[in-house]
């Protein structure tokens, strides 16, 4: 009710409207700061104890559990693997996503809106269901080898699943609606007529989209490019259903750490997957800009 | 002529690009089909082709307490959250846009935070702060693995798409409007509720909707939430995969996908889905 009655406060009513406004805004701050922030403080203390077998979790200040992750060729290669393929499937997503956002922005049919849900859906139909439906596709006797055994192009049915393909297959699935949907919003505002104007100043449509749209979209294609590349970083269930239990990534690596016990060195490992994704999306970011300012 | 060449590339091109889109959305929508596919065959091994098809797999998941439970939870929590998250989340948006004040712009970014961090990273960091939490009242307070903390989780991912959505619905928002209603002697609460109120619903209806998905499709950090014995609709779905892949477990898939499905519907009503993505 506060809410309601405080609304209507225009910003030049200055007598209590600082009040209002916390009112306003000080239960959601408090939820996220308390939930989130003091979490996650309490989680990079967390890293900097010790582990032991025996007596679980020791207080202490030490680098330890960071030392021991970039020191041991198995974390490292971990760590290679996700940022390899979290790359790959950025790279993948942006070159298939462009063409249908294109396509979205673009279309005169009345179907657009269907259309867009049906990019919308699988996105919200979680990613353990769509790892059921690659599951179902990959599987030694499911359709693809079904097909390719029906149409004689091998004998013996290809292993696809837990393979580190069938990871990049599903991870590209996944985060495709994400590049599809923000790169289409962001053509959807560049204005047709200057498509038009380079095609009829001769460009051909590849000239124009180097030359018009690819920079003008730039902005989206940075968004779109972050986005999917911290959910590839970040890609749990896929790596898990569609890379089988000898497969790792650095999100199972942390919630297989956090179920041995290890509670220091799972938050570490948290601390390297976020601080990396950041950082890695940052650079990214700030080069794009660079690269692409003129 | 170089006119008539530059034409015949631009139809190609548009050639071209149609077939790219409509393979990407192929591509995109494979999983889904395949799924809904599997859910009706008769046999419970799936290898294709099937022996044959029937839906006598929906009745079995409707017998397995661990699924009717998950579907449960998962909707309770996400009705929950959402209605928190409408409480807090609509009056910070109508705060962030209405107030200028110094920290304004690192304030909205914290209330967007959920969203940045991952959702393994905000699990073990929430996981670690239950046990602390127990810890600090003596154990007093069951905590971990409690309903309230994984509601609380999930009303943190569902704060930052209410706050985001209504605050774009309150950028094209016409404020004279709000000043002719209080000129014409309404108070400032009906003019909230005559004016504000239906002029941002689309946001707020868009917001409700994604946080809604947001939880009930919320598995990484739920992952670290759950209680023994309790769990929601996505974890029980992974936990099933992590063992096996079955008919029952796509019908399950398939439940999900329509209830999904409807939400959007339903959503789509009230503002259309192409405008708030």
């Keep these: 009710m506060a809410a309601g009655a405080t609304t209507a406060v225009s910003v030049e009513e200055r007598g209590g409207s600082r009040l209002s406004a916390a009112a306003l805004i000080g239960p959601a701050t408090f939820i996220v700061a308390a939930g989130l922030l003091i979490p996650i403080l309490i989680l990079f203390r967390y890293s900097l104890d010790l582990y032991e077998a025996r007596r679980f979790v020791v207080e202490g200040y030490t680098l330890a559990n960071y030392i021991k992750f970039f020191s041991d060729d198995y974390y490292l290669g971990v760590f290679y693997t996700t940022v390899k393929i979290a790359l790959l499937c950025t790279f993948a997503c942006l070159i298939l996503g462009f063409p249908l956002a294109y396509a979205l922005a673009r279309t005169r049919t009345r179907f657009k809106n269907i259309l867009i849900m049906l990019v919308v859906l699988p996105l919200f139909v979680g990613n353990a269901v769509r790892a059921a439906g690659w599951m179902t596709l990959l599987g030694s006797r499911g359709m693809i080898n079904a097909g390719l055994i029906g149409f004689g192009i091998v004998d013996e049915p290809v292993e696809m699943m837990f393979t580190e393909g069938a990871v990049i297959v599903g991870i590209i699935a996944v985060n495709l609606p994400f590049m599809v949907l923000t790169l289409q919003s962001v053509i959807e505002s560049i204005d047709r007529a200057v498509e038009e104007a380079a095609f009829s100043l001769g460009a051909g449509p590849w000239h124009m989209f180097w030359r018009v749209l690819w920079p003008l979209a730039l902005p989206g294609i940075i968004a779109g490019v972050i986005l999917t590349f911290i959910l590839g970083m970040n890609a749990y269930a896929t790596p898990v259903l569609l890379g089988g239990p000898e497969f790792k990534m650095l999100a199972p690596l942390v919630f297989g750490q956090m179920q041995l016990g290890n509670w220091p060195f799972g938050a570490a490992v948290s601390f390297i997957l976020m601080t990396t994704t950041l950082v890695l999306t940052a650079t990214s970011g700030y080069l794009m800009h660079k690269r692409y300012r003129r | ?277």
């Design chain 2, 1 to 277: 002529m170089t006119g008539l060449m530059g034409l015949d590339r631009r139809v190609i091109g548009r050639w071209a690009l149609t077939a790219a889109a409509a393979l990407t959305m192929l591509y995109i929508l494979l999983p889904l089909v395949s799924v809904i596919w599997l859910s009706f065959y008769r046999q419970e091994i799936p290898s294709f082709p099937p022996e044959g098809y029937s839906v006598h797999w929906y009745g079995v998941i409707a017998g397995n307490q661990r699924f009717v439970d998950g579907l449960l939870l998962s909707v309770q929590l996400g009705v929950s959250a959402t209605a928190i998250g409408l409480a807090v989340g609509v009056p910070a948006a109508l705060c962030l846009s209405r107030f200028r004040f110094p920290g304004r712009e690192a304030l909205n970014n914290v209330l967007l935070l959920p969203l940045m961090v991952p959702g393994v990273v905000l699990g073990t960091a929430l996981y670690v702060f239950h046990v602390e939490a127990e810890i600090a009242t003596g154990g007093n307070l069951p905590i971990i693995g409690s309903t309230l903390g994984l509601l609380s989780g999930h009303v943190l991912v569902v704060i930052p798409w209410i706050v985001r959505l209504v605050l774009a619905s309150l950028a094209g928002f016409d404020r004279t409007l709000e000043e002719a209603a209080m000129n014409l002697g309404a108070d400032r609460w009906t003019t909230f509720r005559r004016i504000t109120m239906p002029g941002i619903l689309p946001g707020v209806v868009a917001g409700a909707m994604f946080g809604f998905v947001a939880s009930f499709g919320n598995l990484e950090m739920s992952l670290f939430l759950v209680g023994p014995g309790r769990t929601t609709l996505p974890i029980a779905i992974l936990q099933y995969l992590e063992w096996k892949i079955d008919p029952s477990i796509a019908a399950v898939s398939v439940v999900q996908i329509v209830l999904i499905g409807a939400a959007m519907l339903i959503t789509d009503r009230f503002v259309k889905i192409s405008r708030v993505v």
